[in-house]
C-alpha cells in the first residue's frame, strides 16, 4: 500500500510516494501491545479488587461462620450455663449497676458476650453516677441562691 502524489511544474513532473505499508505495520503492532497492557491491568485490577474485598469483608465472615457455628452445634452451651448467665443479667437493675457477669468459668463464646455485657454495664454505670453528680451539683447551687 502506498500513497502517490505528482505534481507538475515548469514543464517537469514530480512524484512523492509514501509506503504506507510499514506504518500500518508498526501502528498495528503499537495498538496490539496496548490492548495487551491494558487486558493485563483489567485482570490485575479485578484479582487486586477481589483480594482486597476478601481481606475487608473477612472479619464479617469470621463472626458469621461464628454464629452459625454456634447455633448448629447442640452441645456447647449446657443448660445450666445459659440459666448462669440470664440470672446474673435479671439481677442487674437500677439500684444494683455494680453486678457483673463472671466471666472465668465460662466457655469461649459466653466469655465473649459476659465480657461485652460487662463493659456495657461499666457504661451505663459511670453514666449514671454521672447523672447523680450533676443532679447533686445543681441541687447544691439552687440551694444556695
Sequence with gaps: MSFRIEKAFN????????QLTPILT??????????AIQLYAAVRSFLDGGRIIRRTMSPIVELAERALSINTDKGSFTPEEIQALTGKLDGINAAKLDTRIEV?????ELRDLAAAINKILDRINESYKAQ????????HELRLR
Design 132 to 139: 447523680a453528680r450533676f443532679v447533686s451539683d445543681a441541687s
Design 11 to 18: 514543464g517537469s513532473s514530480y512524484a512523492i510516494v509514501v
Design 26 to 35: 508498526l501502528a498495528e503492532i503499537v495498538i496490539l501491545v496496548l490492548l
Design 104 to 108: 472465668d468459668g465460662a466457655k469461649d
